[in-house]
């Protein structure tokens, strides 16, 4: 059993920047890829990033590519989502997520353990 606590959402406007944080608890986080997650408002659920096991591969959603970046520290049980030159179209609800595998997947169904989210909100 994994559970999984995001932090660090909040307002910004265009431009700025936030650091998304998802603390997660158990002795075997290095076993899990991670993957972060958005959903606004009547949208889908969608894929913005996601990592190995071992931090050494990670994938972006086009839509972020060149402005986010998703790292994790094993020792810390913790993955994190820096969110840079941020636009109003990113704001959504982030979730991160814990998949039992050494690498990541796009789709939220290949995930096993959710976070409960938190809200990232983009002023224009």
């Known amino acids: 059993q994994v559970q999984l606590v995001e932090s660090g959402g909040g307002l910004v406007q265009a431009g700025g920047s936030l650091r998304l944080s998802c603390a997660a608890s158990?002795?075997?986080?290095?076993?899990?890829?991670m993957g972060w997650f958005r959903q606004a408002p009547g949208k889908e659920r969608e894929f913005v990033a996601a990592i190995s096991w071992s931090g050494g591969s990670t994938y972006l959603a086009d839509s972020v590519k060149g402005r986010f970046t998703i790292s994790r520290d094993n020792a810390k049980n913790t993955v994190y989502l820096q969110m840079n030159s941020l636009k109003p179209e990113d704001t959504a609800v982030y979730y991160c997520?814990?998949?039992?595998?050494?690498?990541?997947?796009?789709?939220?169904?290949?995930?096993?353990?959710w976070g409960q989210g938190t809200q990232v909100t983009v002023s224009s």
């Open positions: 158990g002795r075997t986080f290095s076993s899990y890829a």
């Open positions: 997520a814990a998949r039992w595998s050494t690498v990541g997947a796009l789709v939220p169904r290949e995930y096993d353990y």
